[in-house]
């Protein structure tokens, strides 16, 4: 049985593909499209997912859709309605996108795919809920769900037993955790659905000093884990902008227009809301568990790609261990309605498995002969290595402190590049953590890099406590035997200053506040990428490497040979590995659209 979940018109479409309950396919529409959180019917994605099945759509049994638009379009309008006649403006924009194809969506998958089969509704936060529980390694488990808003649940939590997931409660829009966040996304400059990890980067630049306002005038937060917000000071509903001049008044001023200075103020924001938010989630978890008595968790919603929450949780929280979607957000519901419907809606058997979803590498390979075409008809100077060869060579350049694309195997599914489409570079680098955000990825300075270990090795240079972390969704702290004694002056930099502050013996990767987003590494997981960290292991005593996504600023990772090779030129990267395939960007012909192309980007 063929079973295709689609996942659009919001933000970050996608598309699944099951057959028989294993995962065939999953991938992001703007791996494709090219833009950047492509909210689109996933037509591209859908192509991909039926071709790595080798089906036609006729041959699909079940397509199923990721929440339920005529309870979407109830919400919107019935808030229309209680704000009327604000939010006029916002209405009129919002009215032909709903009626076009939001609202019929049977209309439009018939009319897209030429699908004449049986469609199947999930609820948006039950998608978040299959994706955290069906694919995770628990038999039984407590699930959390937090995001912006699906139709009108922002925040629930529920229990995943056998092949059901059933929730329990939930908090109803306007109150959001997730669009709280994103207010202040929105206040300090960066753009909402995908700024705000960039909040959360900035955070430990800052200190909590609006901890208490926040609390006091914008958050009501109880001890069993729900919150109410005050929509006093916040446009959301049926405006335009995410806050309003009250808010702006709470906060000294109006909201930092985006690419200008970052001041101590904006540094100061994102550290309070983020100390908020990791004491709600907590809160949450807390309350969950004593209600439900499980030992385990699953988490989704786009709340759970904040890192820095997931790591206290697991170091703080009541449960013995947590199970994060690697996919988290919205793209992510594509593959939780496919797997809601196999499960719980046909009752198909499901057996507890750690690598159900093939450690989230699940979208377009390119092999060799492919690849070598590409590079063969552009006359693309390359070197063919072995595959035994191939993981000494490229740790002795990373040992170098050589930058090194890395398109290698089936792209990942999720926001994380995870060793299939990743920039590589040394953690021992005290340059490399500036040189890689503006001379490759040409993007804010104060942006931390993650570091890729080997899972037996990453208790030698992390306080992971025994956990693995592989798909880089838990901060945990550097050890303090890695640590550097700081000078006074070093100790009382502030905001930015803290950048220029050598901290530990992998300066390349430890944040400001001595910690790092972790992502360790199986040998069954990616085999090659496992045996390139071995090699730099082997070569320096260093079980670390950077591992930073394959793109620059503003473009989703790249997919294809082609793409991989264009951000290769565009950038000051040194090598590029594809395949078998080194590429040296010495013996390269010059790229002729390097330098405007940089100018658009550069920051300063």
């Known amino acids: 049985m063929n079973i295709l979940g689609i996942s659009s018109f919001y933000h970050d479409s996608a598309a699944a593909l099951l057959r028989d309950g294993d995962i065939v396919a999953a991938a992001q529409e703007e791996r494709f499209t090219r833009k950047k959180h492509d909210p689109r019917f996933p037509t591209k994605a859908i192509d991909y997912c039926l071709t790595a099945g080798g089906l036609d759509i006729n041959q699909v049994d079940y397509v199923a859709f990721y929440d339920k638009p005529l309870v979407k379009f109830e919400r919107l309008l019935l808030t229309y309605l209680a704000m009327s006649p604000h939010g006029y403006l916002s209405f009129l924009m919002q009215m032909p996108s709903w009626l076009k194809e939001k609202l019929f969506v049977r209309n439009t998958i018939r009319k897209e795919l030429g699908y004449e089969g049986e469609m199947l509704f999930s609820t948006h936060h039950l998608s978040h809920a299959s994706a955290a529980f069906f694919p995770s390694p628990f038999e039984e488990a407590a699930v959390i769900t937090v995001d912006g808003v699906g139709e009108w649940a922002t925040t629930t939590y529920g229990v995943g037993q056998g092949n059901k997931v059933q929730i329990l409660k939930e908090i109803n829009f306007p109150h959001s955790l997730g669009l709280l966040y994103s207010a202040f996304t929105y206040f300090t400059g960066f753009k909402v659905n995908s700024g705000e990890y960039k909040l959360m980067g900035l955070a430990p630049y800052g200190e909590p000093k609006y901890v208490d306002i926040i609390k006091r005038e914008l958050i009501d937060i109880r001890d069993d884990g729900s919150f109410r917000l005050n929509m006093r000071y916040f446009d959301y509903c049926a405006g335009l ?320 040979p082609e793409e991989s090779y264009t951000c290769f030129m565009r950038t000051k990267m040194d090598y590029l590995c594809m395949g078998s395939f080194l590429l040296d960007k010495t013996e390269q012909e010059p790229w002729e659209e390097e330098d405007d192309w940089r100018e658009e980007f550069e920051l300063d």
């Open 241 to 560: 902008r995410m806050t309003n001049r009250r808010f702006a008044s709470l906060f000294g001023g109006p909201e930092r227009k985006p690419e200008t200075k970052i001041s101590q103020r904006e540094m100061d924001l994102a550290r309070s809301i983020q100390v908020v938010t990791e004491e709600v989630i907590l809160n949450i978890a807390r309350h969950v568990h004593k209600e439900t008595g499980m030992k385990t968790l699953a988490l989704a919603g786009g709340v759970a790609l904040n890192c820095v929450a997931n790591g206290r949780l697991l170091r703080e929280g009541p449960f013995e261990n947590i199970w994060i979607q690697p996919c988290a957000g919205d793209g992510g519901n594509a593959l939780g309605a496919a797997l809601f419907a196999w499960h719980h809606l046909l009752d198909k058997p499901r057996v507890a498995d750690p690598h159900r979803q093939k450690a989230t590498y699940l979208g377009p390979a390119f092999p060799d002969a492919e690849i070598q075409a590409f590079l063969d008809s552009r006359k693309i100077p390359y070197r063919k290595l072995s595959r035994e060869e191939l993981p000494g060579v490229v740790a002795d350049l990373i040992s170098s402190e050589k930058v090194v694309g890395w398109h290698q195997g089936r792209m990942e599914f999720g926001p994380r590049a995870l060793g299939a489409r990743s920039i590589l570079g040394d953690p021992r680098s005290r340059e490399m953590q500036s040189v890689l955000n503006l001379k490759i990825k040409f993007r804010e300075s104060f942006r931390p890099f993650a570091p890729t270990a080997l899972a037996e090795h990453a208790d030698t240079c992390f306080d992971l406590r025994g956990n693995e972390s592989p798909y880089m969704l838990l901060v945990a702290d550097v050890l303090p035997e890695r640590l550097r004694t700081l000078g006074d002056d070093e100790k009382e930099a502030q905001g930015f200053d803290k950048l220029r502050v050598v901290r530990s013996d992998l300066p390349a990767i430890t944040h400001v506040d001595n910690s790092a987003r972790i992502q360790t590494v199986n040998k069954d997981d990616h085999p090659l990428y496992y045996e390139l960290l071995r090699a730099f292991h082997e070569k320096t005593g260093c079980p670390v490497i950077i591992n930073t996504s394959f793109n620059v600023r503003g473009e989703p990772i790249v997919c294809t």
